[in-house]
């Protein structure tokens, strides 16, 4: 008698994954690495991550996750590190995941150092959208804050990406008192001059930055105090989005610090370690490194549960409860 097929196990594929306080969840955050080629003040400290341990996940592992998380109603995933752009498998994990069924949206947070490198390839592969993180249009500044980088690299990023056809790139500047603050208005005349948008976020204090003392964090407010002249246009995601007249991009504040957004937060976070984060800002970690993808599916599942209604107290003074720097989570 021929062999008969086995009977097809089917999870029904959750649509609209709710958490305990109703939020709906359908965005990962995927940090593919920790190490990263700069060092900014900020972010993390200065001697780095140390060197790849054997503890990261591989590509394999975060497709699996990946496709673990689409059944539980994920539907977008943002590829970030650390830098992702120097995981010398960027672009086949790129490709795998969005071709995940489920993941409709697929986009990456770089620095932009090796984007003139890579963008083509990265459209190719899938992704939709691009953030870059710029904080200064001043070449000694930003080797001063990055503790070494060259503005020049970042700035052909964004050009050549404005070219490639990405649907969407956004800048990342993060505000930073005695640093950039005088350029506000300088890094805003980007969006009059090309089709993207400035997103100014207020600087957290986490585990990386220590060095940088209270008088260093600037309360997004103080945008719209440089830029009278913006229209509010709407709030997208974690932003409240601005217009400047006649501009075609537009000017959005994310505000971490003075006014958290946990009520709305729909996403999760798994690290380069391979840790579930429910949340960006507390120490829970749930490991998923190892397991099988019914195992990181029930892991992730945990996750969504045991995501706070919001994060401890962060402020200027009070730093956040994770002991990870901003590289080691994936911001
Ligand atoms: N290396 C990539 C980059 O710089 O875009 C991706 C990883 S980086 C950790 C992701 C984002 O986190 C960047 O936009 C960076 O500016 C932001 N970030 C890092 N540390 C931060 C902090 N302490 N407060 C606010 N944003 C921070
Ligand atoms: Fe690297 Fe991004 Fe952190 Fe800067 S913000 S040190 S580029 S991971």
């Not at 957290?204 to 930055?209: D, E, F, I, Y």
């Not at 229209?231 to 006649?246: D, I, N, S, T």
């Amino acid at each position: 008698m021929p062999d008969m097929p086995l009977p097809q196990l089917h999870i029904r594929k959750v649509l609209d994954m709710k958490d305990l306080y109703n939020r709906s969840i359908d965005y990962l955050r995927l940090s593919v690495t920790e190490q990263c080629n700069l060092r900014c003040r900020y972010c993390m400290p200065e001697e780095g991550s140390g060197p790849c341990r054997e503890e990261m996940m591989t590509k394999e592992e975060m497709v699996m996750a990946v496709r673990a998380a689409a059944e539980l109603g994920i539907t977008k995933v943002r590829i970030t590190g650390g830098e992702p752009l120097i995981h010398p498998e960027i672009i086949p994990i790129c490709r795998s995941i969005s071709q995940i069924p489920g993941i409709t949206e697929t986009v990456m947070t770089t620095n932009g150092t090796r984007l003139a490198q890579y963008a083509d390839a990265l459209l190719e592969a899938g992704i939709q959208r691009i953030n870059v993180s710029l904080d200064t249009l001043d070449p000694k500044k930003y080797r001063l804050m990055t503790r070494g980088g060259q503005l020049e690299n970042v700035l052909q990023g964004i050009e050549r990406a404005l070219r490639t056809g990405f649907r969407k790139i956004k800048i990342n500047t993060v505000l930073i008192g005695g640093y950039n603050t005088d350029e506000i208005g300088f890094l805003a005349e980007l969006t009059v001059k090309y089709p993207l948008d400035v997103r100014f976020i207020e600087l957290m204090p986490t585990a990386g930055n220590t060095g940088l003392g209270q008088d260093c964090y600037v309360s997004a407010a103080a945008v719209l105090d440089a830029l009278p002249e913006a229209v509010y246009e709407q709030e997208e995601g974690v932003a409240k989005m601005y217009r400047l007249p006649g501009a075609a991009g537009r000017i959005g504040l994310i505000t971490p610090v003075s006014q958290h957004f946990c009520a709305s937060c729909s996403r999760i976070r798994l690290t380069a370690d391979g840790k579930l984060k429910p949340c960006l800002l507390s120490s829970e970690e749930i490991s998923i490194k190892g397991l099988n993808e019914e195992g990181m599916r029930e892991q992730i599942y945990r996750a969504i549960m045991e995501k706070p209604k919001r994060h401890g107290p962060l402020s200027a003074v009070q730093r956040s409860e994770s002991e990870r720097s901003m590289n080691r989570v994936g911001g």
